[in-house]
Structures are given as structure tokens and as C-alpha cells.
């Protein structure tokens, strides 16, 4: 306790001095007073009782030297010494000092920027409680080229499930879902999803207000509430309190507010799901309410099955038990066409890697990006202040020749270093944060909680650290160099000299470093440049200016012929409208992240059990509308659509797989599983990119029609954008004025939106890449410059004894190229490595593709020279006599 | 050496806490004498170590100082004891006796016999 006190008091000391100073001043003064005073008394005379009472004191600055290092902490007064003096040397050199800062704040920022990032995308925690314990079930087929977390399991299957496996503490199915809400004047589609009783249960979180849906919620016919999200009770009901006694109105019906769920809770969002598409977040949530004969249902349904894990158990053990339970199950499959085959499989996924796999590795290439970025500035500073420790060798040199121990010297120079550090850290979070600012603008859309990156308590610590780090770094080099100064010789030679042979080798081996961490970083960003520029150029098989907006029925439209007379009205008059070129409608429009597969059975062909069609429902126009090229054969037409045996059309993948060496033109097609049914195939189209823009298409089979539920509007125009999607509203509101307003773009703009992410990582790759490059040039150029001014003397005598300008230019440039070159190669080995790192992320271009690795290092040589050519020429500019005379 | 200066500086402490119990309120000269006076001359103290001293027990909250004047109208700081010093004093002493026994079977062990 009172050793504590007593620490307490001596770190409030360090901001009083004085007056304890005097105080004791004076107690020591009337002490020896005193004493003095009693030596009188004995005889003495007051000059010898003074001398006395000095004597048995012991001295009164020693004293009062014990008592200071009592009353306060020694090496913090140290220390605050050291951080003094250090303040004064670098305000002394204000040009050093901004030069280093700048360079780290620039390393330090990147790197904060990209942590925030990694923090909110990898580290933060879900909102859900254990989200380690969470899992996906799929039962997939593994002889179907679809993928495996396509097959969530069946109702039937899901309740078997539920019953007979002990792996989980909870398992839940729920079905997304979409709902026109009136919010702010217009009626707009709300994401939705139908849960059942264990959902929110099953993902431990708990609601902000009100409660969850529970069982009784699940009966049909007592189903009518809805838990919202906090943002819909904020700007649906602007958050006020009496919400749980209000209600929402979907489709017609009247659903009971009885929760709202916390911020941040948007589950599920694309993110979370197995298949990546949906919405981006969730704001309803209302109950599934399956009744018996859905949930006996064996066939494939809407349903996504999630689960929490008993506590101590393994993914690997509950895919075990899944396994001998989906085996049993598969025999009740056998009239469904998906479970043909190999039949159904078990297979357990972590909920966690769903939301944050896919985009971890590219987080962790930004980190290494900015973490080269981070070195490289370190290098720079670290090359600057080991020439400044040349230039205070004789500074430093008298210090230890007036006793200061190597110690105290390394402490000074490394609390200088720290200074800068610091300092560039406080300008890193300044810079982080504008770099966070502009992170919105780029946002690609496919990372999940990307706009959370913030500076919080967990970004500032990581910087403090990393400012640490770098000002050891930085700062230990010139530190032991400089500690390193022989006292004799600096003594003998009474100037610098003796450290600035060991401390010139160190600043080249840091630039042949730099050289190489550049040579990675701007061959990484070459390929990545490539790729996008591959991706960009592809033939997407659709025109670009193409104005789409997609447009779904309600649950008024129940009879087929409701649904198909809406949309022959819609394209028609669509189609009529002045200045439309064409216009039709597709099911799924490329790009979408939709996808529907079909089995096919091709007349004439080896055919499998197996094989697989991307299917679409398209109106005559539609290919007219997004100028798909006819390859061969012709488009459909009105009369098509209500033939008896509807003709087929298919892309030139198809024909070329199927209907090889022969006229795909009157090829016969089935698409049910008895071949009863055949359609003819009218046209061939070109290849479209349907799924994703970097997947080779697949074989595509469009049939006609206009019976959709929900359908794109696809339609061609010499007209604005904007006056397009203005009149196709006013036609769709005409129809029918309570449809949700569907969201309008072009193809173009759904390709770039489809090339976002890697537009996102090839630019933050080529700006760190930028960076990199330009303070490696920076340190070059520092360098020649420092290693000419302190060889004037010696090329001064070079240019009087006959060397010519040249020959001094020429030497220069030769140190660089000598420093580059070794960069050079060792960037190429290192980037050899790196490859393997970013193949990955490539695109039609091989990780070791040369012309990219040339054109690097082409770039990093030819920089490098010229950075170096302005001290090479300053060198040869050398006046002979002057140099002499300077000395 | 750390080990040795920490022994005298326990022992000092509690002679001076011992010293400003006996007396009530003395300045730092007092002290020093009376130390010497008490100790039969046999313990030669530097009196600049018994500031230090002073500062750490008063810092640990054993003793407080204040102004006052000296028995012939001179300035001087007196130290007194505080509540806590009291205890130190009982705490300490209690070890040191316990130390002395200790150290005494050592050096005496045909008396345990």
C-alpha cells in the first residue's frame, strides 16, 4: 500500500519541480544551520563548525542529488531528458525531421487503412453469440455439375434430420423472400425472410425490443407477425416506441409488429449464403408456417438449412452422423431427377466461412501489399537516419568522449526515432482515415461489413504498436552503428569519417531491399492490371447500352394467363413507345447472380443421365433488344409461343457439344425426364455470359414465352438512360400502380458492377503498388545525392587530376545501376515466390507471365537512372578547385 | 550491493520511526544526533543519507513534515509520525525481532542442543 502511495507521488513529482527543489534547498540550508549552530557551542569557530557540519553531511549537492532521485523517477527523468534534447536536434534539422515523418506516415497509414479493413471484415465478431458453432447443411449431388451448396436439404429431409441427429443444439430452415413496402412516398422491395420458431434462436442473438417468433407463430393461420430490423423501425416508424403496437401491410395482409431486432442484425444477407446472391441485407422477418404436407415434401424446395453445434462437437463428427442418416434417406429420393446418380451426399459447411472466406485471402494480399509499403518507408527513414548519424558523428563522438555510455547513446538516438515514429503515427490515423473516406467510393459489394472499418480502439492499438516497430526498426541501425564510434579514432581524426564506411553499406543493402520488395509489388500490380484488362475486354455476348429493369407480380397474379397477359402488354407497349428499338423480357438476366439448370436429352446424341442446360424463358424480342448475334436459323415470334411443341433456340456452346458435325437447325430437344415431350431447335445465338463474366459460358437453351412471376425487361434505345427508364415506369405504373418499383440498369452497368471487385483490388493493389515504387525512387535519389556530397572531396581531386564529366557522371550512375541490379534479381526470385501467393487472383494471364516481369523491372531500371542522373550530374558539375579549397 | 543498501535502508527506517515515536516531532539534524546518541556513538551516520530516508517513509505515508521553529528561533522542518507509521512500527519491529532470532540460532546453535 504504501510502496504504492509512494510511486503514485513520484510520478506527480515529475510535473512539480521547484518548489520541492527549494524547499529542500532550505531544509538542508537550516540543517546546517543547526549543525553549525551546535559547533559553536562546542568551541569551535563558526568557519570550522561550518566545514564540520558540511563534512558530516556528506555533501550538499550529493545530498540534494539522493533526494532528487528519491522524490522522483530517475530514468523517466531520463527519458524525458532524452525526448527534450531529441525535440531540439530534430527542430534543429526541421527538413530531416519532415522528410522521415512523411515517409512513415505514408507506410504507417496504408497499413492502418488496410487493417481496419481486415478488422472489420475478418476480425470483428458477427452478430451472432459462438458464430464458430454455426454450420450450413447441404445434401448435394455429386454427379451433377451443379454446385454442392446449391442442395439445401428437402422439408422432409430437414425434419428427418432434425429427429435423428444429436450433433446440434439447434437446427433451423428459413426461405427468403421479397415485399413491396410504401416507405417515404414510394413503394419499394424490402428483402424478407420466412423463419421458422428455432431462427433466431439457432444464430443466440436476442431482439432490441419486444420478441422473437415463436412456435405459436409457426401455426398456420396465427402467422401474421413480423419482427423488423432496426434501420426499417428507423426510417418506417422513425424509431418510435409504440411500434410493437403498430403493423406492416405485405401483399395485402396485416402482419403484427412483435420485435425489432438490434443494429447490425441483418441476417441472412448475401454475404452469409451458401449460393452468394440475395439480398444484401434483411429487414423483415416473418414466420415459415409450413403446413404438414409442405413439410412431408422429399423434393428440392426454397428452404436454407442452418444449425448450432453442440458444445465439443466436431464439423467432422456431425458430417459423420449426417452422412449415415442421408444414405438412409436417399432410397426415398428415387423419383427425383436432382438425386440420379451417385444419388444424395451429406456435407457440413461453417457458417463462418461463408461470410468471410472468400474475400480472406484478398485481405490478406492488400495487408502484405501495405505491409511491403510499411518496409519500404522504414527503409527510406532508416537510410536517413543513418546518414544524419554520420553527419553528428562528431556530436555524438564528444558526448562519449565526455563519458555518456554507449547505452545512453543507443537510448538517445532510438527516443529520437521513436519521436518521429510517434509523429508519423499521428499523421498515419490522419491519413488512414481520409483513405477510410474514400473506401465508400470503391466499395465493390461482394465484402461483407466493409463500410464498418473504422478507427476503432483495436486499429489505434495495432497502429501504436507498428509506429513502435517501425521506430525500432528504423532507428536500431543507425543507433549501433553510431554506438559503434571508436573513441580513438574520432579523437585522432577530429571529424567524422570512421562510421560512414559500415553505415554506406547498410544504405545499399536497404536499396537493393527496396529495389526488390518494388520489383514484387509492381509485378504483382502488372498482373493484376492484366487481368482486369482481360476481363474488361470480354466478349459478354450482350450490348452494353441495353436499359433493363426487372419487374415482379404479386399474389394477385395467380392464373398463368393473368401473369401472361400483364407482360404481352408490358412488352408491347414498351415496344411502341417512341424511340424503342426493341424490347423483350428474360426470366434471368445475365449477370443477375441467378442461375437455372435443366436436364436436357438431345435427340441423335450420346446422351447422359447427367447433362445439364442453362435454361431461359425469353419473349420473341429479347435477343433483339440485347443484340445477341443469331449465328445460324432464325428468333422466335409471337406464333412460336403458343405452338404445341414450343421451339427451343440454344447458344453455340450447346450446338457445338450436342449437335457437333451435323445441322443444329431441326435438332430435336427434350427437357423431361420420359423424353415424351420434343422442342425443335429454331436459331443458334452467340455465347452469353450469364452466371459470372470469368466463367466460360455454358450450354444455354432459351424456350418463349410470357408467363413470369417476376421477370427483366430488356430494352434497346437510342434514347438517354434515363428517358428509357422514366417511360418503362410509366408504362409498368399505368398497368398496374401497386407493383414495387424495380430497379433500372444498363448491361454496361451491370458489367462493370460484375468487374467491381476486381476493379476494387487491381487499384488499391496499383496504388500501394505507386506508393512503393515512388519511395523506393525517393530513397534512390537520397542516397546518390548523400554518397556525392561526401565524396566532393574526393571527385574534386578525380576531375583536377584529369577525369573528365563524363567519367564522374558515369561512376554515379554505375554505384546505381550496380545497387539496382542486385535489387533487380532478388525482386525476381522473390516475385517467383510471390506468384504462387496471387495466382489465384489472376485472370488469362499466367503468374509468371514475362512481358509483365520485364516490363516491371524495365520500369524500376529506367526510373532508378534517372533518379539517379540528377546527383550523377550534380557531381560532374563539381567545381575541382572549389571541392579542394573547401577541405 | 542493491541487497545491502535495501537492509540498511529497513534498518534506518525503522530508527527513524523508533526515534520520532520516542521524541513526537523532530526536524532532520535532531534525528540524526539523537540516532547517533541512541546507537552509543557506535553508528557513524552520514547525514545526507537521512533525507532520502525522510522522503520515502513521508512519500509511503509513515511520517508527515511541517514548519516550525527550532528551540532557538530557528527555522527548521519537524517530522512526526502518522497513524500508519505507528503500524509500520509494530509491523517492522516484529519482523526484525523475528529476523535477530532467526540469525541468533545460526550463530548460537549449542544453545538448541
Not at chain 1, 549552530?37 to 570550522?48: D, Q, V
Not at chain 1, 526541421?94 to 487503412?113: M, Q
Not at chain 1, 453469440?129 to 448435394?140: A, K, N, S
Amino acid at each position: 500500500m504504501g510502496k504504492l502511495r509512494a510511486l503514485g507521488l513520484r510520478i506527480l513529482e515529475l510535473f512539480r519541480r521547484q518548489r520541492a527543489e527549494d524547499d529542500f534547498a532550505a531544509e538542508l540550508e537550516s540543517h546546517i544551520a543547526l549543525h553549525t549552530e551546535a559547533g559553536i557551542r562546542s568551541g569551535l569557530t563558526p568557519e570550522e563548525a561550518r566545514r564540520q557540519a558540511l563534512i558530516y553531511l556528506g555533501g550538499v549537492e550529493q545530498t540534494r542529488q539522493a533526494y532528487r532521485e528519491r522524490r522522483r523517477l530517475p530514468w523517466i527523468d531520463s527519458l524525458l531528458q532524452d525526448v527534450r534534447y531529441g525535440l531540439r536536434t530534430l527542430r534543429k534539422n526541421p527538413g530531416f525531421a519532415i522528410t522521415a515523418v512523411l515517409t512513415l506516415a505514408l507506410g504507417i497509414g496504408a497499413c492502418t487503412a488496410i487493417f481496419s479493413m481486415v478488422n472489420a471484415v475478418l476480425l470483428k465478431s458477427l452478430p451472432y453469440g459462438e458464430p464458430q458453432r454455426l454450420v450450413y447443411l447441404f445434401t448435394p449431388n455429386s454427379s451433377l455439375p451443379i454446385p454442392p451448396d446449391a442442395f439445401s436439404p428437402s422439408y422432409a429431409d430437414f425434419y428427418d434430420l432434425k429427429r435423428e441427429s444429436h450433433s446440434y443444439a439447434s437446427m433451423s430452415v428459413f426461405e427468403q423472400a421479397a415485399f413491396p413496402v410504401a416507405l417515404g412516398g414510394s413503394v419499394e422491395s424490402v428483402p424478407a425472410a420466412r423463419v421458422d420458431e428455432f431462427f433466431f434462436q439457432t444464430l443466440a442473438c436476442a431482439p432490441e425490443l419486444g420478441r422473437f417468433i415463436g412456435t405459436d407463430d409457426n401455426q398456420p393461420g396465427h402467422d401474421k407477425v413480423a419482427v423488423i430490423s432496426h434501420s426499417l423501425w428507423r426510417s418506417m416508424f422513425a424509431g418510435s416506441d409504440d411500434v410493437l403496437q403498430r403493423s406492416l401491410t405485405l401483399k395485402g395482409e396485416r402482419y403484427k409488429i412483435i420485435g425489432v431486432m438490434p443494429p447490425g442484425f441483418e441476417y441472412p444477407t448475401g454475404y452469409d449464403l451458401p449460393d452468394g446472391s440475395g439480398a444484401t441485407a434483411t429487414h423483415i422477418w416473418i414466420p415459415l408456417a409450413l403446413t404438414p404436407q409442405k413439410k412431408a415434401e422429399r423434393e428440392f424446395g426454397n428452404g436454407i438449412a442452418f444449425a448450432r453445434l453442440r458444445a465439443g462437437v466436431s464439423i467432422r463428427e456431425a458430417q459423420a452422423e449426417m452422412s449415415t442418416i442421408v444414405a438412409r434417406l436417399n432410397p426415398l429420393h428415387r423419383s427425383d431427377q436432382l438425386a440420379q446418380g451417385g444419388g444424395l451426399s451429406a456435407l457440413i459447411k461453417d457458417f463462418m466461412d461463408y461470410a468471410i472466406a472468400p474475400v480472406r485471402p484478398l485481405m490478406w494480399l492488400l495487408f502484405g501489399a501495405v505491409s511491403f509499403v510499411l518496409l519500404i518507408a522504414s527503409g527510406n527513414a532508416a537510410s536517413l537516419m543513418l546518414a544524419r548519424a554520420a553527419d553528428r558523428t562528431r556530436e555524438l563522438g564528444m558526448r562519449v568522449a565526455l563519458g555518456a555510455g554507449r547505452w545512453r547513446i543507443v537510448r538517445q538516438l532510438l527516443t529520437e526515432s521513436l519521436l518521429i515514429g510517434l509523429g508519423a503515427g499521428v499523421l498515419g490515423v490522419g491519413l488512414a482515415y481520409l483513405l477510410l473516406r474514400t473506401l465508400p467510393h470503391l466499395d465493390p459489394g461482394n465484402i461483407p461489413r466493409l463500410e464498418q472499418a473504422s478507427l476503432d480502439s483495436r486499429v489505434m492499438v495495432f497502429t501504436l504498436c507498428v509506429s513502435l516497430l517501425t521506430s525500432v526498426l528504423t532507428g536500431i541501425l543507425p543507433a549501433l552503428a553510431v554506438s559503434r564510434v571508436n573513441l580513438s579514432d574520432f579523437l585522432a581524426s577530429g571529424r567524422s569519417g570512421s562510421a560512414s564506411d559500415t553505415q554506406g553499406r547498410s544504405q545499399s543493402i536497404l536499396i537493393v531491399a527496396e529495389g526488390a520488395l518494388v520489383v514484387v509489388l509492381l509485378t504483382c500490380a502488372g498482373l493484376f492490371l492484366r487481368s482486369f484488362a482481360k476481363v474488361s475486354s470480354l466478349e459478354t455476348g450482350f450490348s452494353p447500352s441495353t436499359v433493363t429493369m426487372n419487374v415482379g407480380l404479386d399474389e394477385r397474379y395467380r392464373e398463368p394467363q393473368q401473369r401472361r397477359t400483364f407482360f404481352q402488354s408490358l412488352v408491347a407497349r414498351v415496344g411502341a413507345l417512341h424511340g424503342i428499338d426493341a424490347a423483350g423480357a428474360i426470366d434471368w438476366l445475365p449477370l443477375t447472380n441467378s442461375e437455372s439448370m435443366g436436364f436436357v436429352w438431345v435427340d441423335g446424341y450420346q446422351n447422359h443421365a447427367d447433362q445439364m442446360a442453362e435454361g431461359r424463358l425469353v419473349t420473341p424480342q429479347y435477343f433483339r433488344a440485347m443484340e445477341i448475334p443469331l449465328l445460324a436459323g432464325r428468333f422466335f415470334t409471337e406464333d412460336d409461343i403458343d405452338s404445341p411443341a414450343p421451339p427451343v433456340i440454344v447458344n453455340e456452346r450447346f450446338a457445338k457439344i450436342y449437335l457437333a458435325n451435323r445441322n443444329p437447325i431441326g435438332a430435336r430437344i427434350s427437357t423431361d425426364d420420359t423424353h415424351t415431350h420434343w422442342n425443335t431447335v429454331v436459331g443458334v445465338v452467340a455465347d452469353v455470359r450469364h452466371f459470372r463474366l470469368e466463367e466460360t459460358p455454358q450450354p444455354q437453351m432459351y424456350s418463349p414465352g410470357y408467363d413470369f412471376n417476376h421477370a427483366y425487361l430488356a430494352v434497346r434505345s437510342r434514347l438517354p438512360e434515363s428517358i428509357v427508364a422514366a417511360d418503362i415506369r410509366g408504362v409498368v405504373k399505368s398497368l398496374d400502380p401497386g407493383l414495387a418499383r424495380g430497379d433500372v440498369s444498363t448491361m454496361g452497368s451491370r458489367k462493370s458492377e460484375a468487374t467491381a471487385p476486381r476493379r476494387f483490388q487491381t487499384s488499391l493493389l496499383t496504388f500501394f503498388a505507386a506508393i512503393a515504387f515512388l519511395l523506393a525512387l525517393i530513397g534512390l535519389y537520397g542516397l546518390m545525392a548523400y554518397s556525392v556530397s561526401c565524396r566532393t572531396r574526393e571527385l574534386g581531386i578525380r576531375m583536377a587530376l584529369g577525369a573528365q564529366r563524363v567519367d564522374v557522371t558515369l561512376l554515379v550512375l554505375r554505384k546505381a545501376a550496380a545497387l539496382l541490379g542486385l535489387g533487380l534479381v532478388t525482386g525476381l526470385v522473390c516475385s517467383w515466390i510471390a506468384a504462387r501467393a496471387i495466382k489465384a487472383f489472376l485472370f488469362g494471364v499466367s503468374e509468371h507471365d514475362p512481358a509483365t516481369i520485364l516490363l516491371a523491372c524495365g520500369l524500376l531500371a529506367v526510373c532508378g537512372l534517372i533518379a539517379a542522373l540528377i546527383p550523377a550530374r550534380r557531381a560532374a558539375s563539381i567545381d575541382p578547385m572549389q571541392a579542394l579549397r573547401a577541405e | 550491493m542493491g541487497d545491502k543498501t535495501e537492509v540498511w535502508q529497513g534498518t534506518l527506517a525503522l530508527m527513524v520511526l523508533r526515534t520520532l515515536e520516542m521524541l513526537g516531532s523532530m526536524h532532520g539534524y535532531g534525528l540524526a544526533r539523537r540516532i547517533e546518541q541512541t546507537s552509543g556513538d557506535k553508528l557513524q551516520l552520514n547525514y545526507g543519507t537521512l533525507y532520502p530516508a525522510l522522503l520515502k517513509l513521508e512519500q509511503e505515508g509513515f511520517i508527515r513534515s511541517r514548519w516550525g521553529l527550532s528551540e532557538n528561533n530557528r527555522r527548521a522542518k519537524y517530522y512526526e509520525l502518522t497513524r500508519a507509521g505507528q503500524r509500520q512500527i509494530k509491523k517492522a519491529a516484529a519482523e526484525w525481532e523475528q529476523t535477530t532470532a532467526i540469525l541468533a540460532r545460526f550463530l548460537n546453535p549449542a544453545e538448541e542442543a
